[in-house]
């Protein structure tokens, strides 16, 4: 690793970055897969406001891949939008 980059879990955002620089076999896979990859998908949180794309969004996807009912999850996004 180089002595300038400290270690981390990013994913650089360009795909000229060599995959020596990465601290690890599992960053560097994945910066592998995203620098080959022809489309990449986003589940589009960035775009939303803090308080639902960080909070409720995040949270509500987590409780409804554990099994919490759809209905409920999405009334409490969409009650936490401004």
């Known amino acids: 690793m180089r002595a300038d980059v400290q270690a981390g879990s990013a994913v650089a955002p360009h795909n000229d970055v060599p995959l020596s620089w990465y601290v690890d076999d599992l960053q560097r896979g994945y910066a592998e897969i995203l620098n080959n990859a022809s489309v990449i998908r986003t589940n589009g949180s960035f775009l ?17 891949a554990n099994g919490a ?14």
């Open 48 to 64: 939303m406001p803090g308080e639902v794309g960080q909070g409720s969004f995040w949270t509500g996807i987590v409780d409804y």
């Open 69 to 82: 009912d759809l209905d409920t999850v999405l009334d409490n996004i969409g009650a936490s939008w401004p």
